[in-house]
């Protein structure tokens, strides 16, 4: 059985396009190794997309639909970095979180 798994890069910060770059190739990788693979982008402004596909006109209608194929998944990596995201506070499972991007974030850190 191919197991599926979800990568989520991007994120509302300076870190984005580090993260798609991260996030592209774990999924180049993983297919590679034979497994099937959905891939999410967390835009700048908080909209998911799959592949070059918005998920919805806004951010939180995008995360409900997101939600759905995360829920499909047997794993998600999430590839996402920056002051909210990689020390594990992630915003993708938290919509309207306190974590503010990262140019009003104060010393780096919410």
Not at 20 to 42: H, M, N, Q
Not at 48 to 68: N, Q, Y
């Amino acid at each position: 059985m191919t197991r599926r798994i979800v990568v989520i890069g991007g994120g509302e910060n300076a870190e984005h396009d580090v993260s798609l770059a991260t996030a592209a190739a774990i999924a180049k990788a993983l297919r590679s190794g034979g497994f099937d693979v959905d891939e999410l982008t967390i835009d700048r402004d908080g909209t998911w997309r799959r592949g070059a596909d918005a998920l919805g006109k806004r951010a939180i209608g995008s995360l409900a639909t997101a939600l759905g194929v995360i829920e499909r998944a047997d794993v998600v990596f999430p590839a996402v970095h920056g002051p909210c995201s990689t020390p594990g506070r992630s915003t993708t499972v938290r919509p309207g979180s306190a974590c503010p991007p990262e140019s009003t974030a104060r010393s780096g850190r919410p």
